[in-house]
């Protein structure tokens, strides 16, 4: 089994910038699987955010996000990161890392996932 836990949110006013962190921790090697962010607001349904390979020679990005959002993973600290800049409102909801897909990438279909942490971008 593996835990995921995601740091890093909080409350920004649009235009600022948060800097997300997930930390695994379990049987399986941190550099054996992809890793994902999905995001879930109100009254939406839980979304791709962006994917990043196991090497982390591959990312992927959402369209919205592209530009602004950069993922990254440190495989010696078992961490996955999202460094989100020039926030906007519309960027709102809880973020949760997910790891190991049993899919596509861009598919909420991840063996493992963290809690969420929140991130509320005022405007």
């Known amino acids: 089994q593996v835990q995921l836990v995601e740091s890093g949110g909080g409350l920004v006013q649009a235009g600022g910038s948060l800097r997300l962190a997930c930390v695994a921790s379990?049987?399986?090697?941190?550099?054996?699987?992809?890793l994902g962010w999905f995001r879930h607001a109100p009254g939406k349904e839980r979304e791709f955010v962006s994917a990043?390979?196991?090497?982390?020679?591959?990312?992927y990005y959402r369209d919205s996000v592209k530009g602004r959002f950069t993922i990254s993973r440190d495989n010696g600290k078992n961490t996955l990161y999202l460094q989100m800049n020039s926030l906007k409102s519309e960027d709102t909801g809880v973020y949760y890392c997910?790891?190991?897909?049993?899919?596509?990438?861009?598919?909420?279909?991840?063996?493992?996932w963290g809690q969420g942490t929140q991130v509320t971008v005022s405007s």
């Open positions: 379990g049987e399986r090697a941190f550099s054996t699987y992809a």
């Open positions: 997910a790891g190991y897909p049993l899919g596509s990438l861009m598919d909420a279909d991840y063996k493992y």
């Open positions: 990043i390979s196991w090497r982390g020679d591959n990312t």
